[in-house]
């Protein structure tokens, strides 16, 4: 299943299984009609493993860990992701997603992100169902397999389209 809006520079790819659960999803964004930030999460034996954005189709996972800015912010667009530096730990609801190490002291309005202890406009867990989403600002946390790199990754999404 692919959404797509033709007259934007970006566009929505998910997979959801016979269940309604997200399997795949991906996000394009066209910079300048030069660079093209793609940010995908692919679900596999764990809801919770394998984070990888690049900049290219041809440059799969070697951008992890890096700077990626993201140079548009258009209310319009369904997601946004980038990264910031590894001392960016204080986070805000926003259009965006944020990338630090695990261990990291995270806050989110004040409060510590860590797991049982967020606030209630907040949740923990991946989202596994983006059609569950509402118009509202929502940020999750997920945390990729420890046998990969170790990040934390915030994503805050805008709106769903998946209704």
Not at 25 to 48: G, M, V, W, Y
Not at 82 to 110: I, K, M, R
Request: charged share 20%; net charge negative; glycine share 4%.
């Amino acid at each position: 299943m692919s959404f797509e809006n033709k007259n934007a520079s970006y566009y929505i790819i998910a997979q959801f299984d016979s269940e309604g659960f997200l399997i795949s999803r991906a996000t394009s964004f066209n910079l300048d009609n030069e660079n093209i930030l793609t940010a995908s999460h692919f679900i596999k034996e764990s809801p919770r493993c394998d984070f990888r954005i690049f900049l290219t189709p041809d440059d799969y996972g070697k951008s992890n860990g890096k700077v990626v800015e993201l140079k548009i912010n258009r209310p319009e667009l369904d997601i946004a992701i980038f990264t910031c530096p590894w001392n960016c730990l204080s986070l805000t609801p926003s259009l965006g997603g944020y990338a630090v190490p695990v261990g990291a002291e995270v806050y989110v309005n004040g409060y510590a992100a860590e797991k049982g202890n967020i606030p209630s406009l907040f949740f923990s867990d991946i989202v596994t169902d983006l059609r569950a989403i509402d118009t509202s600002i929502y940020c999750y946390e997920i945390t990729q397999c420890k046998k990969k790199h170790h990040y934390k990754l915030f994503w805050c999404l805008w709106r769903s389209t998946f209704i």
